[in-house]
C-alpha cells in the first residue's frame, strides 16, 4: 500500500511540476519569434492588441491571461518595438507602463507648412490638420515674432527623435527649441555681421538652395544675391516669381520656365517688381543652403545663367552684356526643347 501511495505521489508531483513548468513557460518563457514593431492605437482594446501580437508570437493564447491577472483594463497607445525572446510576461509590463522606443524622424526641401505637415503625419500618431494647428496657434507665432508663413523657419531639416505618440504642441515645441540651438554664437556672430537677421538669413537661403543644388554653388549664389542687395538691386529671382505663380495657381502647379508676363505678377513674393527680400521664405533650405548664406563667397557677379555645357550648373557674369549673351543661349535651347510653362 506505502509503495502504491509513494507512486500516485510521484505521479501528481510529476504532474503539477510539468503544469508549473508549463505555466511558468507561457508566461516567463521566449514568446516573440521574430523582432517586430507593435502599434497600440488609442481605440484599440485587448482583444484587437492581441490579434496584432498572435502572428509574432509562439504563445499567444497566455497574453490576456497574464493581463487578466495583472488586472490591466487599458493599454497605453504607443509604438512598441517587440524583440526576440520576449516572454508575455515582458510584453505585458512594457505595454502596462508605456514603454515605447522612440523613432527617428527627417524631413527636408518641404515648400509650405502644409507639405511639411502632411510628410510628418505619415510618421507620427497625429494627423496633418494638428500639426498646422499648433505651428498656427497665434499665441506661440506672437511670442517666437512668427507668422503663419514664416513660422516654417523653425523646421531645420535634420533627423529628430520621438515618441510617435508625440502632441502637435510637443513636436513643435522641441523643433523651435532645436532651431534656438541651430542659431548658435558663431551663426549669428556671422548674420550680424551680414547686417541680417536669422528670418533674413533663412528666406535668402531658401531663394539660394532654390536656384542651385549643388553645394559648391550656393555660397557664389549667396554672394551674388548679397551683392545685389547691398547695392539697392533688385534681386529677381525666378524661384520666388514662381512661388508667387504657385501661390494664384496652386502648389501643384508646375512651372519649368518663368515668362516675362510672370514678371508682372503683383505679389510682394515678385522680387522683379520688389526690392530687398521677400516677406518669409519660399521653401525649408538645408543646413547647407543656410550656412552657404553666412559663409558666402566674395566676389564681383551680379547675374547667373543655367551652364547649356554642364547642366546643374551655373554660368556667372558680372557685366549684363556678358548676361544677356548666356540668357538669349538659354531661352533659344528652351524654345528648341518645347519648354513653353
Not at 513548468?21 to 492588441?49: M, P, R
Not at 505619415?122 to 505651428?135: G, V
Not at 557664389?220 to 547695392?231: D, F, Q, S
Amino acid at each position: 500500500m506505502k509503495n502504491k501511495l509513494s507512486i500516485v505521489a510521484g505521479i501528481v508531483l510529476v504532474i503539477l511540476s510539468v503544469i508549473s513548468y508549463t505555466y511558468y513557460q507561457n508566461i516567463f518563457g521566449s514568446a516573440i519569434k521574430e523582432d517586430t514593431i507593435l502599434f497600440v492605437y488609442a481605440d484599440n482594446d485587448l482583444n484587437e492588441i492581441n490579434k496584432k501580437i498572435t502572428p509574432y508570437s509562439n504563445k499567444p493564447d497566455y497574453f490576456l491571461w497574464v493581463i487578466s491577472k495583472k488586472n490591466i483594463k487599458k493599454i497605453k497607445p504607443g509604438r512598441y518595438i517587440l524583440k526576440k525572446g520576449m516572454s508575455n510576461n515582458d510584453i505585458v509590463n512594457m505595454l502596462r507602463i508605456g514603454d515605447q522606443t522612440a523613432l527617428t524622424i527627417s524631413f527636408n526641401n518641404q515648400d509650405t507648412l502644409e507639405k511639411f505637415a502632411g510628410r510628418i503625419a505619415k510618421q507620427i500618431a497625429i494627423d496633418s490638420i494638428t500639426i498646422l494647428t499648433s505651428f498656427k496657434d497665434k499665441k506661440f507665432l506672437k511670442e517666437n515674432n512668427l507668422t503663419a508663413k514664416s513660422v516654417l523657419q523653425i523646421c531645420i531639416p535634420n533627423s529628430y527623435q520621438f515618441y510617435w505618440t508625440v502632441s502637435g504642441d510637443q513636436f513643435r515645441d522641441k523643433l523651435l527649441q532645436e532651431y534656438k540651438r541651430f542659431w548658435n554664437k558663431d551663426r549669428l556672430e556671422k548674420a550680424k555681421a551680414l547686417g541680417m537677421s536669422i528670418s533674413e538669413v533663412i528666406t535668402l537661403a531658401s531663394i539660394v538652395q532654390k536656384e542651385t543644388a549643388k553645394n559648391i554653388e550656393r555660397p557664389i549664389v549667396a554672394g551674388l544675391y548679397l551683392n545685389r542687395l547691398k547695392n539697392g538691386w533688385p534681386l529677381q529671382a525666378d524661384p520666388t516669381v514662381i512661388y508667387a505663380i504657385k501661390e494664384l495657381k496652386g502648389q501643384n502647379y508646375v512651372v519649368k520656365r518663368v515668362l516675362n508676363k510672370d514678371l508682372e505678377i503683383d505679389s510682394p513674393y515678385n522680387t522683379y517688381k520688389y526690392r530687398g527680400l521677400p516677406p518669409s521664405l519660399i521653401s525649408m533650405p538645408d543646413i547647407n543652403a543656410i550656412d552657404a548664406v553666412l559663409n558666402y563667397t566674395k566676389h564681383n557677379y551680379y547675374y547667373m545663367c543655367v551652364d547649356l555645357k554642364n547642366f546643374g550648373y551655373h554660368k556667372f557674369a558680372s557685366k549684363l552684356s556678358e548676361h544677356n549673351k548666356n540668357a538669349r543661349e538659354y531661352q533659344r535651347w528652351l524654345s528648341k526643347n518645347g519648354v513653353n510653362r
